[in-house]
Each structure stands twice: as C-alpha cells, then as structure tokens.
C-alpha cells in the first residue's frame, strides 16, 4: 500500500514548508527528507552533501568577511601606541631583569642623548593638523613644543585657538539650554503647587 503524499509527509509540497524545511536542514534537521531513501534515490544524497559543503563554505566567507571588519576597525592609531607601550614594557623588564651591570653601562646600547631626524616639512604639516584638532596644546613637554614652534617658524598662540573657542561657545550654548530647562521645570513645579 503506498501513501499518498501531503503537507505531513512530505514538507516540499508547498514553498513556505520547503522553505521551513531548508532551515530545519541548516540547523541540522534532516526529518523532512526521511520520506525517501538515500539508497533508491542517489540524487538526493548527492544534494545534501553538496548543499552542507556549499552552506559551509558561504557561512565560513561570511564569517571571514565579518572578521575582516573588524580587525580593520581594530587597526587604528590607538591599538598601534598601545602594541608599542608593551613593547616599551617588555624591553624595559629586559634591561632591568637581564642585563648586567656591566652591559647596562655601555654607551653603545644606552647613550646619553638621542637624536632624531626629522623632515621639517612633514613635521611643521603635522604639528599644523595637531594645532588644528586642538591635539596640540596638552600641558607636556612645554619647552620643546615652544621650541619647535620657533625652529618651523610656525605662530601660534594657544589662548587664541579656533578648536578651544570652538568648544568654549559649544559649552555656552549648552549652559543656555540647561538654564532654559530649569527655568521650565521650576515653572512647571509653580503650576504644580498651584494646583495643589
């Protein structure tokens, strides 16, 4: 006696039930292709195996892709100065762990001064997108900032920076609002007495 097929024996009859089925098949469910076997119908073992080696191989670019991303939004100038602090750290620990005391005082491997080469074009552009971002004044090493100021020749004055008054009207216009708000909450509190 054979059955004839509907919506409970056989989950391809119609589109919303094959859908459901592909994505009982994705999470691993393989029920609704139990109506036939894999030994009369080749075909159909063949389709599994090409569709979990194809659903595997996307899922894995998708989850590369993802990853991607993320490591590219991860790679800026901050993970950058925070990879190097450590390794400050870890050759800080050398020197003081395992040197000794002989090799600590080679003038070779630690001078007295070091000196940096520096294109004078390219440092006055960055001191210059420092000065305009407002990165610049930050209250450290006040003498050489005035004295590369003064070798590149560059004016300016930190009292009179654009960013700083920016912020500073953008702070006012805040204290404003704020008082404009507690002008409206204490008259909204009088009405409220009123009405008690």
């Known amino acids: ?24 098949f994705l999470a691993g469910d393989s029920s609704a292709l139990s109506n036939w076997s894999y030994a009369d119908n080749p075909s159909i073992a063949i389709l599994i195996v090409l569709f979990s080696l194809l659903v595997v191989v996307y899922l894995m670019n998708l989850l590369i892709g993802l990853l991607n991303i993320a490591i590219e939004e991860d790679n800026n100038r901050v993970s950058y100065l925070i ?26 491997w630690f001078p007295e001064v070091i000196h940096y080469y520096a294109d004078a074009d390219k440092t006055r552009i960055e001191i210059e997108r420092l000065i305009k971002e407002g990165e610049w004044d930050n209250k450290e090493f006040i003498k050489m900032q005035e004295k590369l100021l003064e070798k590149l020749q560059i004016k300016h004055n930190p009292i009179d920076n654009k960013v700083i008054l920016e912020k500073l009207s953008a702070l006012e216009k805040l ?3 704020l008082e404009k708000l507690d002008n409206e909450v204490g008259n909204i509190r009088k009405i409220l007495q009123d009405r008690d």
């Open 1 to 24: 006696m054979i059955q004839t097929p509907d919506k409970n024996t056989n989950m391809f009859i119609d589109i919303r039930t094959s859908l459901f089925a592909i994505y009982l």
């Open 83 to 108: 990879q190097k602090a450590e390794v400050n750290n870890i050759l800080a620990e050398i020197e003081i762990f395992y040197l000794l005391p002989h090799q600590k005082r080679w003038q070779t």
């Open 175 to 177: 204290d404003e609002k």
